[in-house]
């Protein structure tokens, strides 16, 4: 066996989750030293960036690295990995398999790919270069002492379990070549294989007009003279990346149904069907369209009324909503988009479903454009906007949520439903 680096992730303004948190980490460090485990504590005072820089100073080939979260908007649990890695994968579902067998009252939603994070991926799982998971675990708001014991014991297991899977696998700098596609065409220079996941060299990201060699946030490796980047860097740039395991090849398609290039405007056409997208909300909430079965239909029909991208509009209501997981109160509200009224001092309100989509969509209307609208004004605080000030996604980060993060966040979801649609 490999080393264990176990670490937990910062959460900021709520000390008591994160002492939980901490509690817990040293619990399954204290159960697997008492193993005759070897784990290395990630320092609590370094940053996610600094901590992922920590990890790959120290780490060899057999060690492997977990993130611990508190999973706050749930009473859930999830291990997420990197996506397109079958074996990254098979590790999340052991992890999680040995946990609920010791706590078998855990709600546990199995393995996920991080792409279904609000951000779309998880820095934790793509950037540490040896084998690494991140596991939000349920709400560790009281300190429970058994509780604590059976899940120290079951991450124990799992981790025990994860890394001997890892280290029984022989460690070599003669990685797998993979066969690129790119665009239906087989390309004729080959990628390589690095712990279950797909690098290609950065002559072709070259060639497709993406420089990342000036982020730091990316994984590039230089094997035998090339240097090669981890091919789900893509993704993010609006890229379809997948992964065939048969013929060992990774898949990249830059010719896309939709425009890549226009796929932050807020303004335009949106391009899912009412099915793709009610099937979306059923995927993510069984129990979304009790209340709305209409909705998908109602941002369809009221986007193209405005010519606002009624992608973008469902996928920002999906994350306002949480997939229409709101309390009763704001069911009756009919306000899907957080929207509020002038003077703030409370939230809008309207008296039916189609309304509140339709305030929705002006209001995107009125920060994303300066035409008029075809509709009668129901958006209250249309006229207090200036116009046209945000017409990408991006550009309502600070303006319609302080979240910094917020435009990324709905990019994010939009990528998620386009790969839902097998648009992307």
């Not at 309207?350 to 305030?359: C, D």
């Not at 906007?385 to 980060?397: E, F, H, N, T």
């Amino acid at each position: 066996m490999g080393r264990i680096f176990l670490g937990t992730s910062q959460v900021e303004k709520v000390s008591e989750i994160q002492r939980q948190l901490v509690l817990l980490r040293d619990r399954v460090i204290a159960e697997l030293r008492s193993r005759h485990c070897e784990v290395i504590l990630i320092p609590d005072n370094l940053n996610l960036s600094d901590s992922i820089r920590w990890i790959n100073a120290r780490s060899l080939p057999d060690d492997i690295a977990l993130a611990i979260n508190n999973n706050s908007n749930s009473q859930e649990t999830t291990v997420f990995y990197i996506p397109n890695n079958l074996e990254r994968k098979r590790h999340a579902e052991l992890l999680l398999l040995l946990l609920v067998r010791s706590f078998p009252e855990l709600n546990s939603q199995g393995s996920k790919p991080d792409t279904i994070t609000k951000m779309g991926s998880l820095a934790f799982c793509r950037q540490v270069n040896i084998p690494s998971l991140v596991i939000k675990i349920v709400c560790l708001s009281h300190s429970n002492s058994d509780l604590f014991s059976k899940i120290a014991s079951g991450l124990a297991d799992g981790l025990m379990a994860w890394s001997r899977e890892v280290s029984s696998v022989e460690s070599s700098d003669n990685y797998s070549s993979i066969a690129i596609e790119l665009n239906h065409q087989i390309y004729p220079e080959t990628g390589i294989l690095i712990n279950g996941n797909a690098y290609i060299p950065i002559d072709l990201c070259d060639r497709l007009g993406i420089d990342l060699t000036g982020s730091r946030e990316v994984s590039l490796i230089e094997h035998q003279g090339i240097v090669y980047l981890k091919a789900i860097e893509l993704r993010d740039r609006n890229f379809s990346v997948s992964w065939e395991n048969l013929s060992q090849t990774v898949i990249l398609r830059s010719i896309l149904t939709i425009n890549r290039e226009q796929i932050d405007c807020i303004m335009g056409m949106g391009n899912t069907s009412e099915v793709q997208m009610m099937m979306f909300l059923k995927a993510n909430n069984e129990e979304a369209l009790k209340e709305f079965p209409d909705l998908p239909k109602l941002y369809r029909e009221e986007g193209k009324i405005e010519g606002v991208n009624y992608d973008i509009a469902f996928c920002q209501m999906c994350l306002e909503t949480h997939f229409l997981r709101f309390d009763r109160n704001q069911y009756r509200a009919n306000n899907f988009a957080n929207l509020g009224l002038v003077g703030g001092e409370k939230l809008a309100a309207f008296s039916e479903p189609r309304l509140g989509v339709r305030s929705h969509i002006q209001h995107l209307k009125a920060y994303a454009s300066l035409e008029p609208l075809v509709q009668e004004i129901v958006d209250p605080r249309f006229h207090v906007v200036r116009r046209g000030i945000a017409p990408k996604v991006s550009q309502l980060s600070g303006r319609w949520s302080a979240d910094l993060t917020y435009g990324d966040k709905i990019m994010a979801m939009l990528r998620r439903l386009y790969e839902s649609a097998n648009l992307l």
